[in-house]
């Protein structure tokens, strides 16, 4: 599944009648190479909401299925993945990222789109304020 | 092959960690005494108006100087930019301007900038130098820039550069045009210029 295909998903939960939101964002952790967060967002003026990746039931189809609503206890660094820049090891440019596909499973990264090609999930180094850094490949 | 680039260019490239952040902006380069290697880089500060940082970047800290970014491993490469610079000085305050001759005293020019290899190694591979007249005649109203590899016999005597007599037979007047030239000459850098 890509994040561009998640992105304004409804979010539903169980207990609750109608949808909590649309997911805004997906958060990832570089280190586990999965996501670790979902974003979402009640409506436009309402303020962004995140949940763990573990409160996720299922992805799709149509909405994303959550068992519960706790906020996680830490909030994740806000590192939107899509649009990024990306930058090699070797201090040069690698375009920006264009989607991201993963698994909606497991919620682990398989491939990074970036305009300059296809990167692999397991080239990921690091995801900070200023780029997505792979290594080079 | 390494890109070689020019010292001055890499001035506000971003100091990016492994892990995707940006720490700080490149100042000035640093070399040591003989103008071989790269040492350090003085920084700036990240934002619109911040000024000098009071800490360095030495080159041990520096995972790859490339064409977008110079790549450290984490912040805590970076050290008090006094303690790096005790016995180095920014390319600025040295180097630039500084005059370069030949060991019969023939005089090349004035040094504008100083050339260096991209990657890991940090060598110097040369300089755009401003041409003297006597050493290359070129158009009255200024005097031509030409690439001049540094050779493995340069000597820095004070704020002159001495260079053998047989190492600047052969110049460039382009970075493309000096990088195979640098490619083709024998020289100590051979092992970071595959």
Same mark, same amino acid.
């Given at each position: 599944m890509l994040f561009t295909e998640v992105r304004g998903l409804p979010v539903v939960s169980?207990?609750?009648?109608?949808?909590?939101g649309t997911v805004t964002s997906l958060t990832v952790d570089i280190a586990s190479r999965a996501v670790s967060h979902v974003r979402l967002r009640g409506s436009r003026l309402r303020r962004e909401t995140v949940l763990p990746?573990?409160? #996720?039931h299922a992805v799709g189809p149509g909405a994303v299925r959550v068992r519960s609503t706790a906020a996680p206890d830490t909030l994740p660094p806000r590192?939107?993945?899509?649009g990024r820049r990306v930058l090699t090891e070797a201090g040069a440019e690698h375009g920006t990222v264009l989607d991201v596909a993963f698994?909606?499973?497991?919620?682990?990264l398989l491939a990074v789109f970036t305009t300059r090609g296809e990167v692999s999930a397991d080239r990921l180094l690091g995801l900070g304020d200023h780029a997505l850094v792979v290594r080079a490949g | 092959m390494s890109e070689l680039m020019t010292a001055?260019?890499?001035?506000?490239?971003p100091v990016v960690t492994l892990g995707g952040d940006a720490v700080a902006h490149v100042k000035d380069t640093v070399c040591d005494a003989a103008a071989s290697r790269i040492t350090g880089f003085t920084l700036t500060g990240r934002g619109l108006l911040s000024g000098p940082m009071k800490e360095g970047l030495p080159w041990?800290? #520096?995972h790859a100087l490339g064409h977008d970014a110079v790549m450290i491993?984490?912040?805590?490469?970076? #050290?008090?930019a006094a303690a790096m610079m005790v016995h180095q000085q920014t390319l600025r305050a040295r180097m630039l301007g500084a005059r370069m001759v030949t060991e019969t005293g023939t005089e090349i020019g004035t040094v504008l900038d100083v050339v260096v290899a991209g990657g890991?190694?940090?060598?110097?591979?040369g300089f755009r130098v401003a041409a003297s007249r006597g050493f290359l005649p070129g158009p009255t109203r200024h005097r031509r820039r030409v690439y001049v590899p540094r050779g493995d016999k340069l000597l820095v005597a004070g704020r002159a550069f001495v260079l053998p007599?047989?190492?600047?037979?052969h110049v460039a007047d382009d970075l493309p045009g000096f990088t195979s030239l640098v490619g083709g000459v024998p020289g100590y850098w051979k092992g970071s210029l595959p």
């Amino acid at each position: 599944m890509l994040f561009t295909e998640v992105r304004g998903l409804p979010v539903v939960s169980p207990a609750e009648a109608g949808p909590l939101g649309t997911v805004t964002s997906l958060t990832v952790d570089i280190a586990s190479r999965a996501v670790s967060h979902v974003r979402l967002r009640g409506s436009r003026l309402r303020r962004e909401t995140v949940l763990p990746w573990d409160a #996720v039931h299922a992805v799709g189809p149509g909405a994303v299925r959550v068992r519960s609503t706790a906020a996680p206890d830490t909030l994740p660094p806000r590192h939107d993945l899509l649009g990024r820049r990306v930058l090699t090891e070797a201090g040069a440019e690698h375009g920006t990222v264009l989607d991201v596909a993963f698994d909606p499973e497991a919620g682990r990264l398989l491939a990074v789109f970036t305009t300059r090609g296809e990167v692999s999930a397991d080239r990921l180094l690091g995801l900070g304020d200023h780029a997505l850094v792979v290594r080079a490949g | 092959m390494s890109e070689l680039m020019t010292a001055r260019s890499l001035t506000t490239r971003p100091v990016v960690t492994l892990g995707g952040d940006a720490v700080a902006h490149v100042k000035d380069t640093v070399c040591d005494a003989a103008a071989s290697r790269i040492t350090g880089f003085t920084l700036t500060g990240r934002g619109l108006l911040s000024g000098p940082m009071k800490e360095g970047l030495p080159w041990s800290a #520096v995972h790859a100087l490339g064409h977008d970014a110079v790549m450290i491993r984490d912040r805590r490469g970076l #050290v008090a930019a006094a303690a790096m610079m005790v016995h180095q000085q920014t390319l600025r305050a040295r180097m630039l301007g500084a005059r370069m001759v030949t060991e019969t005293g023939t005089e090349i020019g004035t040094v504008l900038d100083v050339v260096v290899a991209g990657g890991t190694g940090g060598w110097v591979v040369g300089f755009r130098v401003a041409a003297s007249r006597g050493f290359l005649p070129g158009p009255t109203r200024h005097r031509r820039r030409v690439y001049v590899p540094r050779g493995d016999k340069l000597l820095v005597a004070g704020r002159a550069f001495v260079l053998p007599g047989d190492a600047v037979r052969h110049v460039a007047d382009d970075l493309p045009g000096f990088t195979s030239l640098v490619g083709g000459v024998p020289g100590y850098w051979k092992g970071s210029l595959p």
